[in-house]
Structures are given as structure tokens and as C-alpha cells.
């Protein structure tokens, strides 16, 4: 079990530009999950996917933010015309559906500072 | 909506007993949980419990539930500077969608 891992971890930007982040989950795990986090904050869903169907998106999620999930694997999420207000951390998750409880594991998030 | 509280900070000298408390509001909540996390880093699954149960225990984590009054604490025995987090408390009513605190920053005194 290697974990969920992310990559970027960290990400500088200009403001308008676009930027894509990738997101690994534990290989076994079929749901996957996309979170934005600000300082002093706790985590805000942005999305979340089932295989490589995305099942649920929040209103948070412009229509500048999009996610795939093209193969049932792994997932990128893309900012495009970034705004400072883009500046957070997003985290991915992952968890097996079907088990008792839907426990999701998370990576060690992406930093990204929109300048 | 439904909400998760937390005290922001909580400030214990090394050795001692931490308690971080987090009240809930949904009454359809299942599954609560605990999340550490560290600066810069992801978050951590440290344990959660069903709520059927009272107590939970996992070596120096001990998690209380009293679900009459939707209260939740964990509790760090022996508290030590690596215990130094952010530490989050979430409510599920058992699908994908987790409520959480705006969690409760662990200072350790030495």
C-alpha cells in the first residue's frame, strides 16, 4: 500500500495562467475525491468520482475548475485563468466503496500560490 | 446546514493528557473521525468510531462518543512534541460526504 500521492507538491503561478494538478490513489480504490483547503480552515469538497465517472461537484467548483478521470486511476484537476483566490491547498483522496464505512485516505496535498 | 465545531487551539506541556473536543449537529451521523495533520502536509487518518460505540481505544488515543449530546473528544496520553498538529474532527452518515471542524492546532509546551 503506497499511499495516495500528489504531484505537484508545491505550484507558483502567475495570475491567467492555467495550471493542472495529478492526483494517485490507493491502486485498490475505486472512489476518488478532490478537496480545497485554506489556512485555519478545514477541508471544502470540490468533487468526487466513482471509477471514471465524476458523480458530484460542488458549487465551489467554477467552470474555470475542471476534473477527469479518464481511466478509473488516477485524476488530474485543471484551474484554468487562475485568480489569486485560487491560492489554497487541494488535496485528493481516495477510499473503497462497498465497505462498511467509506474511510478516505488523503495525499499530502498540492500548495498552490497564485501571484 | 450541518456543522462541526472545534476549539482553535489547545496548549498541554509535554508528558500530559490532551483532550481535543468537537460537538456535532447531525443527528443522522454514523462514522466520526480524527485527522491529523501536520504543517504542509495531508491529512492523516488517526482512528474514527461507529456510533453505536462509546469508547474507542488505540494505544495513547482514546476516543469518547456521547451521542445524546453529539459530543466527541480524543485523547493523546503522554503527550509528546510530535504530537504538535492540527487535528480534525469529520462526521459522516456512512457515504462519501465528510462534515468538517476547522480543527484544533495542538501546542506542546516543553
Known amino acids: 500500500d503506497t499511499g495516495v500521492s500528489q504531484d505537484p507538491r508545491h505550484k507558483i503561478t502567475k495570475r491567467g495562467q492555467n495550471v493542472t494538478f495529478r492526483c494517485d490513489p490507493i491502486s485498490e480504490h475505486n472512489r476518488l475525491y478532490w478537496y480545497r483547503q485554506t489556512l485555519g480552515q478545514g477541508p471544502e469538497f470540490l468533487t468526487y468520482f466513482q471509477n471514471e465517472a465524476q458523480l458530484e461537484k460542488s458549487r465551489l467548483l467554477s467552470d474555470r475548475f475542471s476534473a477527469e478521470r479518464p481511466k478509473g486511476s488516477f485524476s488530474t484537476l485543471e484551474i484554468q485563468r487562475t485568480e489569486q483566490g485560487d491560492s489554497a491547498m487541494y488535496l485528493c483522496a481516495s477510499s473503497r466503496s462497498g465497505r462498511p464505512q467509506e474511510t478516505q485516505y488523503f495525499g499530502p496535498g498540492t500548495r498552490l500560490l497564485v501571484l | ?110
Open chain 2, 1 to 110: 446546514g450541518e456543522d462541526v465545531e472545534q476549539s482553535l487551539f489547545l496548549s498541554v506541556r509535554e508528558g500530559d493528557s490532551s483532550v481535543i473536543n468537537c460537538t456535532y449537529t447531525d443527528s443522522s451521523s454514523t462514522y466520526l473521525y480524527w485527522y491529523k495533520q501536520e504543517p504542509g502536509a495531508g491529512l492523516q487518518l488517526l482512528t474514527y468510531i461507529f456510533s453505536n460505540m462509546d469508547m474507542k481505544q488505540d494505544q495513547r488515543l482514546t476516543v469518547l462518543l456521547n451521542k445524546k449530546d453529539k459530543h466527541l473528544s480524543l485523547r493523546i496520553a503522554d503527550t509528546q512534541t510530535g504530537d504538535s498538529a492540527i487535528y480534525f474532527c469529520a462526521s459522516s452518515e456512512g457515504n462519501y460526504q465528510l462534515i468538517w471542524g476547522a480543527g484544533t492546532k495542538l501546542i506542546i509546551k516543553p
